[in-house]
């Protein structure tokens, strides 16, 4: 079951802050990127077919987030194996998040119940946040579908920021 929208932090709100070791094993917190918009996004699974598509989208996009002044962050519960094969094998040079623990899935209340044929388990929510230069929900995106979404939220960086 989707996590209800209310349990997602809020526009308006501190974001909450986060630690936690990238693809390369490098600890990255969310105020390291004080003073720039952050797009941090939430997926299931490296290397599956809507992973990917919502990846490769952010990374074809890259240069016009960058000349935005934004950083894009994307968060699964992968290793870091499971990230760095994944960027190598798509080119991403965006930073993926390490969310083994789901932690950081679960302060932003997109580690929720799913279900698949049936049964039913644990999982994240792909959602994205719009973080601003202060550290501030921006904009939410509570339920995202990978095609497109990139845009969207570059949309979005114009719009409110």
Same mark, same amino acid.
């Given at each position: 079951?989707?996590a209800?929208?209310?349990q ?5 709100t501190?974001?909450p ?5 990238d693809g390369?094993?490098?600890?990255v917190?969310?105020?390291?990127f004080?003073?720039k ?8 699974? *490296? *290397? ?6 919502e990846?490769? !989208?952010?990374?074809?996009s890259?240069k ?9 962050i994307?968060v699964s519960?992968?290793?870091?194996k499971?990230h760095? @094969?994944?960027?190598?094998?798509f ?6 998040l390490c969310?083994e *623990?789901?932690?950081?899935? !679960? ?5 929720? !119940?799913?279900s698949?044929?049936g049964?039913k388990?644990?999982?994240v ?8 230069? *202060?550290? @501030?929900?921006?904009?939410v995106?509570?339920?995202?579908k990978?095609?497109?979404?990139a845009?969207e ?9």
């Open positions: 079951m989707p209800e929208v209310d997602l932090p809020k526009v308006g501190k974001a802050a986060i630690s936690v070791k390369a094993g490098k600890t917190k969310l105020s390291d004080n003073g918009p952050v797009v941090l996004y939430f997926y299931p699974k *490296d *290397d599956t077919p809507g992973c990917t598509v990846a490769k !989208e952010f990374q074809a890259m016009t987030f960058e000349k935005a002044g934004a950083v894009v994307g519960p992968d290793s870091q499971s760095c @094969k994944f960027a190598e094998k080119g991403l040079t965006f930073t993926l969310d *623990d789901h932690a950081v899935a !679960e302060k932003y209340g997109l580690w929720v !119940e799913k698949m044929y049964k388990y644990m999982g929510q792909r959602a994205t946040f719009l973080i601003d230069g *202060d550290g @501030k929900i921006a904009k995106w509570p339920k995202v990978p095609e497109g979404h845009a939220v570059l949309a979005a960086i114009k719009e409110v920021l």
